[in-house]
Each structure stands twice: as C-alpha cells, then as structure tokens.
C-alpha cells in the first residue's frame, strides 16, 4: 500500500512563507501524477498545484506566482513552496499521488493533510 505522510504546516505571519513536504514509503517516480489540494473550513476543498510524471505543472489561478510545485525523486518527496503568505491562504492542505497499475487501474492516495495558518 501506498502511504503519504505530509509535513511543514504551522502558523506564520501575512507574508511569509512556508514548505510544505509529502513524503511516500516508495518511489514517486512510479505516480503519473501529484498535487496539493486545500480545505477551509466552511469552504469547498480546492485544487492547489499539480505535477505530472513529466514535471509539468499546473497551479490554480490564486496560487499562482506565489507557489512552487516540484519532487525530489531521491528523497521520494513532494514539496510545496509557498511566499507571500495571507490569511486567506489557512486551510488544511493535502497532498495526493495518482498510481495506474495494469492489474488494478487507477488509484489515488492522500496524505493525512497539514494545518497552514497565516495569522499576525
């Protein structure tokens, strides 16, 4: 099974910065894709940023400019790098991998999700 452990969350100030990890037991190299989504409470959960097998990325219009989406497949590590913090960025934050195996199709895991909370 495959298992995502997020870290990084936390509070900061507006307009600061923070990054976040998602961590797999395995490699990553074999995900055809992973991402970030986020959650406010009230709020319907949000896509963040995506990043493909071949290192193609898609951010969210609100996100983007200040967060940065990359993978260090070494580490087996997801990253998201995210500046110019403001509240309306605190939510939870979840990270996610896509897997397709030919003996059981798709599948996608979540990591537990990570509290960021931008506040002075």
């Known amino acids: 099974q495959v298992q995502l452990v997020e870290s990084g969350g936390g509070l900061v100030q507006p307009g600061g910065s923070l990054r976040l990890s998602c961590a797999a037991s395995g490699s990553i190299v074999s995900f055809t894709a992973?991402?970030?989504y986020r959650q406010a409470p009230g709020?319907?959960?949000?896509?963040v940023a995506v990043i493909s097998s071949d290192d193609i990325t898609t951010y969210a219009r609100s996100?983007?400019?200040r967060f940065t989406i990359s993978r260090d497949n070494a580490k087996n590590t997801m990253y998201l790098q995210m500046t110019s913090l403001q509240p309306e960025d605190t939510a939870v934050?979840?990270?996610?991998?896509?897997?397709?195996?030919?003996?059981s199709g798709p599948s996608r895991y979540w990591g537990q999700g990570t509290q960021v909370t931008?506040?002075?």
């Open 43 to 47: 709020k319907q959960r949000e896509l």
């Open 34 to 36: 992973m991402g970030w």
């Open 118 to 120: 931008v506040s002075s």
């Open 63 to 65: 996100m983007k400019g």
């Open 93 to 103: 934050y979840y990270c996610y991998a896509d897997l397709l195996l030919a003996i």
